[in-house]
C-alpha cells in the first residue's frame, strides 16, 4: 500500500534537513517552516514588498562547495540554530530570534564573503514559491543509488532533498502525476497536484560528507533517467532529463490541513472510485 514512508524540512535554506512525524500545509501550500530561513546577499537588494517576490541571490549549496563541512540543527521551539564542524568538533548556537546579526558573522567567515541570514514570512525561500512540496518515492531513490557506485540510498535521499518520501510504490512512480491528463493524489484530505518535475543543478553530484564530485554525473544521470522511464509517464512533460522528483501544487482549500508519517496515499481515481 502507498504510504508516507519519511517526511523532511529544510529549516535553513541550504543546510541539513529536519525529519518531522506530522507536518502541516502553510497559508502559502507549503510544509510549515521549509527554507524558513536563507542566506542572502547583504550587497543586494533585499527588500521584499510582496511574499512570493524575488528575493535577490541566496547562498546555498549551489554556490557553497564546503556546506558538508558543517552539521546543523534547527529546534522550531525555541528557534535555536545549531551548528557543528566536523572536522573539529566545535559547535556554536544562535537564537534567530535575537542572536540573528550574529549567525550571519558567522556564516559570512565560513562562507568566505558577506551573508545576511534571514527569515522570511511563508512561502519563505521555496525555489518555486507559488508551488508546494517536493516528492519522491523509495523506489525512485534505490534505482537512482543503483547508477552510481559512489552512492547509497541515503546518501541519495540527502543529495535529492525532497519533502515526502513515498513507499510502497514503484521507481518513479511520483512521474505518473505529469502531463495534461495526469491524475492528483490525496493523503489524509489533502489533495496534491502534480506541477513539474524537478530539474537538477550540481548539489546531487557532491557526496554529502566529503564534497567529492561523481564524474560525469549529469551526463550519466541523464541517460539513465531516460532509458529507464516508465511506461505511465509523459514524454512530452520532461523538457529533459536531467530531472527527478516532483514538484507539486496544493489548492488553497487544503490549506491548513496536515499529512504525517505511515498516512496512506490514494490515487484520486482510486479515492472517488
Known amino acids: 500500500m502507498a504510504h508516507i514512508e519519511n517526511l523532511w524540512v529544510y529549516p535553513v535554506k541550504g543546510l541539513d534537513r529536519m525529519s518531522v ?21 547583504p550587497e543586494e537588494d533585499n527588500v521584499i514588498e510582496d ?12 554556490e557553497i562547495d564546503h556546506t558538508h563541512e558543517v552539521t546543523s540543527s534547527f529546534d522550531p521551539e525555541t528557534d535555536v540554530l545549531t551548528l557543528r564542524m566536523d572536522e573539529t568538533g ?17 556564516f559570512s567567515e565560513f562562507v568566505g564573503e558577506p ?16 508551488l508546494g512540496p517536493s516528492v519522491i518515492s523509495t523506489g525512485t531513490l534505490e534505482e ?18 525532497p519533502n515526502i518520501e513515498i513507499g510502497g510504490v514503484p521507481a518513479f512512480w511520483e512521474d505518473r502525476f505529469l502531463g495534461d491528463d495526469a491524475p492528483t493524489f490525496e ?20 557526496d554529502p560528507d566529503t564534497g567529492e564530485p561523481i564524474e560525469k554525473f549529469q551526463q550519466r544521470f541523464a541517460e539513465k533517467r531516460e532509458a529507464t522511464l516508465p511506461e505511465w509517464a509523459d514524454r512530452d512533460a520532461f523538457e529533459h532529463f536531467f530531472t ?30
Open 21 to 41: 512525524e506530522s507536518i502541516s500545509i502553510n497559508g502559502a501550500g507549503t510544509f510549515e517552516g521549509d527554507r524558513e530561513y536563507a542566506l542572502l546577499d
Open 187 to 206: 493523503v489524509n484530505g489533502v489533495t496534491f497536484e502534480g506541477a513539474e518535475a524537478c530539474a537538477r543543478c550540481v548539489v546531487p553530484s557532491r
Open 244 to 273: 527527478v522528483m516532483l514538484i507539486t501544487k496544493i489548492p488553497e482549500s487544503d490549506y491548513g490541513k496536515s499529512v504525517s508519517v505511515g498516512d496512506d496515499v490514494r490515487i484520486r481515481d482510486e479515492v472517488e472510485a
Open 90 to 106: 566545535e559547535t556554536y548556537e544562535f537564537d534567530l530570534t535575537s542572536e540573528r546579526d550574529a549567525a550571519s558573522e558567522w
Open 51 to 62: 511574499r512570493f517576490d524575488s528575493v535577490g541571490k541566496t547562498f546555498n549549496g549551489k
Open 144 to 161: 537512482v543509488a543503483s547508477w552510481f557506485d559512489e552512492m547509497t540510498v541515503d546518501g541519495a535521499r540527502i543529495r535529492l532533498r
Open 115 to 130: 551573508v545576511d541570514l534571514r527569515r522570511r514570512e511563508p512561502p519563505s525561500f521555496i525555489d518555486r514559491p507559488n
